[in-house]
């Protein structure tokens, strides 16, 4: 078992940057791939980034490319995501999840949920 906690969620203005966190525990953290995904007030739960085991490649969904930045520091069982240039249609609760490969962006291929944690974008 894998226990994932996200925070760092909040409100930000337009424009505005904020990081939130994913902190895991049980079984060992640094086997699994990461990915965050988000869900919106009456929408699917969509993929938004995923990186690899050891941290060197990363995934995107378009309409986060250079804008959020996945990250992880495998000491302190932790993976990031960077949110910068925020936009009010990036409101969502947002989750992490473990699963085995960075590439996949369907929710069934991932095993491990954390509880999400909400981030609200005012224009």
């Known amino acids: 078992q894998v226990q994932l906690v996200e925070s760092g969620g909040g409100l930000v203005q337009a424009g505005g940057s904020l990081r939130v966190a994913c902190a895991a525990s049980?079984?060992?953290?640094?086997?699994?791939?990461m990915g965050w995904f988000r869900q919106a007030p009456g929408k699917e739960r969509e993929f938004v980034a995923a990186?690899?085991?050891?941290?060197?490649?990363?995934n995107y969904a378009d309409s986060v490319k250079g804008r959020f930045t996945i990250s992880r520091d495998n000491a302190k069982n932790t993976v990031y995501l960077q949110m910068n240039s925020l936009k009010p249609e990036d409101t969502a609760v947002y989750y992490c999840?473990?699963?085995?490969?960075?590439?996949?962006?369907?929710?069934?291929?991932?095993?491990?949920w954390g509880q999400g944690t909400r981030v609200t974008v005012s224009s």
């Open positions: 999840a473990a699963g085995a490969s960075y590439r996949a962006v369907d929710t069934t291929n991932y095993d491990y």
């Open positions: 049980g079984r060992t953290f640094s086997r699994f791939a």
């Open positions: 990186i690899n085991w050891i941290g060197g490649s990363t």
